[in-house]
């Protein structure tokens, strides 16, 4: 039996989110059927954390234990043989006993990707936000810079699923921007539920004008979701990567930053 970790990437266009829910199709459903199919027995996959519909992910991490006898550069594409379109694993390895994808993490890569055409985009409506509205990125990274550190984010949370706290550090937040698009690129020790989405929807506020910059520093000490700008559609929501504090995946694979960093 061993722990084996990997690294997952997904269209969350066509799944009901991560977490395995009766009636809705999930990720972590066709995972841990496409590993019955190949060891022949029950397989419970853990997460680094849920995703919701329409959220997708370049990096999401799951480990599992099994008896499979497949060496791990073979596993990915015994799986992916197996899993339904929209879904594929890009790298495996046995990891140590005590490695839990969830557990273990500490800390998570998102990007938001926004479309700024003046027209509506004809294709790739599920992966991105459109936004025709004129954007003053400055403005953006001006209102960015005053959630770095650690705060309480009660103002960028919807409700969901219960937490002792919800004080969180953001270390990094960048706004990478292309011909007609930029993406928010955030790192940080964990998120609230929709607090991603919620931050993209308050700093394009800030971007269109209908918010100052050191606004943003008012709504987080308020804490009150409502003073928060509109929570953004999750067609834009990227799960870039996921943060450990041992090396993960080193031997196998190539990463590019690309447009996401």
């Known amino acids: 039996m061993r722990n084996i970790r990997v690294r997952i990437a997904y269209d969350g266009s066509q ?11 999930s990720v972590q459903e066709v995972l841990e059927e496409a590993l019955e199919v190949l060891s022949g027995h029950r397989v419970v996959v853990f997460g680094s954390g849920r995703t919701d519909t329409g959220v997708h ?28 379109p929209g879904v594929v694993v890009l790298e495996a390895e046995t990891c140590p006993e005590d490695f839990h994808a969830q557990h273990s993490a500490r800390g998570k890569r998102y990007a938001y990707l926004v479309r700024t055409t ?6 790739g409506e599920a992966y991105m936000h459109w936004v025709p509205d004129r954007l003053d990125l400055d403005r953006v990274r001006q209102g960015a810079g005053w959630l770095l550190g650690t705060h309480d984010f009660s103002s960028f949370a919807n409700a969901g699923s219960p937490r002792k706290s919800n004080v969180r550090t953001l270390q990094a937040i960048h706004v990478v921007a292309r011909r007609d698009a930029f993406a928010l690129v955030l790192q940080g020790d964990g998120f609230l539920y929709n607090m991603v989405r919620t931050l993209a929807g308050t700093l394009l506020e800030v971007g269109r004008g209908r918010m100052e910059p050191d606004a943003v520093q008012d709504v987080l000490a308020a804490r009150r979701r409502s003073l928060a700008g509109p929570t ?16 993960c995946f080193q031997g196998t694979g190539v990463r590019r930053a690309g447009f996401f960093g």
Do not use: C, I, K
């Open 118 to 123: 003046r027209f509506r985009p004809p294709m």
């Open 57 to 84: 992910a370049m990096g999401q991490v799951a480990s599992f234990h099994s008896e499979t006898r497949l060496r791990d550069d073979r596993l990915p594409f015994a799986l992916n043989a197996h899993l339904p």
């Open 15 to 25: 799944f009901f989110g991560w977490q395995r829910q009766a009636g809705f199709l």
């Open 232 to 247: 953004a559609p999750a067609a834009g929501l990227y799960l870039r990567r996921v943060l450990y504090p041992e090396p």
